[in-house]
């Protein structure tokens, strides 16, 4: 292979060889080459051999030259799109993975996407995203940070050990109680640790087993409570139960309210008792007062006379011409008669 030295001057030296020719600067194993000065490499392609590259400079430039004319990184339709980045070969066997500037992925950045401005990308070349392991991610002063772009994603905390344990004091499996807090349950080891799923529903389940006041809840509970049965969730007829020390004080159903042994039905007081008795009795001294008719509707006589006092209740019209009929504790029964017959009576006898 025939090959030419030619000086130019002091200032310049060209070694050329024929087209595809190649040039071999061997210092062996040990030696190296030193270049006191810039080094212009001027093909399409550089490989380096070494096993560690050493580079002093602060900066290294990717893509360098580029006109951008279409709004950043030029998609010259070479598979990358309009990106640029570093590729890294993971062997034969695996995909290479991909530390990427993509033009077509947006920044957001307080909630806007900002024009022809985008974002790097950690991919492989079939295109799945990598994951990224660090021990933490800063904004800038005053941003915030978004971890959902789009989509239908979610934020997970997959992969870690019973993660809402990490917030909170567990007893087994449910949030450990401390009275002294506001909340009735133990408070959180950092009150700035976001919360998951699992932590959330145990928090409502604690705070509501340790919160009475305001207590809804289905089943069978000891403390003062209002407890909603529904029938289709297998709780029998439908219902609405107030309890105090777990004695049932009012139940309401679709068509009816049951106060301790009184039953409202529409416009109907009765007892909830068998052959039970209403009472009412006025405070004290008070009187009972009805404001309104009074209708007694016909009845059988009262099997036995009362323990105490007079029952007045009505029957088929007799002589007295009341109807109205009376029975006292002594066992005297009769009807109360009318002022025309007293009228009569008096002048018969």
């Avoid at 020719?21 to 270049?35: H, P, Y």
């Avoid at 959330?200 to 509970?221: A, E």
């Avoid at 049951?258 to 416009?267: I, K, Q």
């Avoid at 009972?288 to 009845?299: E, K, R």
Wanted: proline letters at 3%; glycine letters at 12%.
């Amino acid at each position: 292979m025939a090959e030419r030295i030619n000086r130019i001057g002091t200032d310049k030296y060209t070694i050329t060889v024929n087209t595809a020719g190649e040039i071999l600067l061997d210092t062996g194993l040990t030696g190296k080459v030193t270049i006191n000065g810039d080094l212009d490499v001027l093909g399409d392609q550089t490989s380096i051999g070494s096993s560690e590259l050493v580079v002093d400079d602060k900066t290294i430039t990717i893509n360098n030259g580029d006109p951008g004319g279409d709004g950043g990184i030029t998609d010259l339709s070479d598979g990358f799109g309009k990106s640029a980045g570093i590729i890294i070969d993971r062997g034969p066997d695996a995909n290479n993975a991909r530390i990427f500037y993509d033009e077509d992925i947006k920044t957001i950045r307080n909630g806007a996407e900002p024009v022809n401005e985008g974002a790097f990308i950690f991919k492989l070349s079939t295109g799945d995203y990598a994951g990224i392991h660090t021990s933490s991610i800063v904004t800038d002063t005053n941003q915030d940070l978004y971890l959902i772009g789009g989509g239908t994603g979610v934020a997970s905390v997959a992969g870690t050990t019973d993660y809402e344990k990490q917030i909170w004091a567990y007893t087994g499996s449910d949030i450990t109680p401390n009275p002294s807090e506001v909340d009735g349950l133990s408070a959180p080891v950092d009150d700035d640790a976001l919360v998951n799923t699992r932590g959330l529903l145990d928090y409502v389940k604690g705070y509501f087993t340790y919160n009475f006041q305001d207590k809804i809840t289905t089943g069978s509970i000891t403390p003062t409570s209002v407890q909603v049965y529904d029938s289709e969730t297998g709780g029998g007829t439908s219902r609405v139960e107030i309890k105090s020390d777990n004695s049932i004080i009012a139940t309401f159903f679709e068509t009816r309210v049951e106060f301790e042994d009184l039953r409202f039905d529409d416009n109907i007081i009765t007892s909830n008792g068998i052959n039970s008795d209403i009472v009412l009795k006025g405070s004290g001294t008070g009187v009972v007062s009805l404001d309104g008719w009074q209708n007694f509707t016909v009845q059988a006589d009262p099997a036995s006379p009362p323990a105490e006092g007079t029952t007045l209740y009505s029957k088929t019209l007799a002589d007295g011409g009341t109807g109205l009929f009376f029975i006292n504790s002594d066992g005297t029964a009769d009807e109360l008669v009318s002022r025309n017959k007293a009228l009569l009576y008096s002048i018969i006898f």
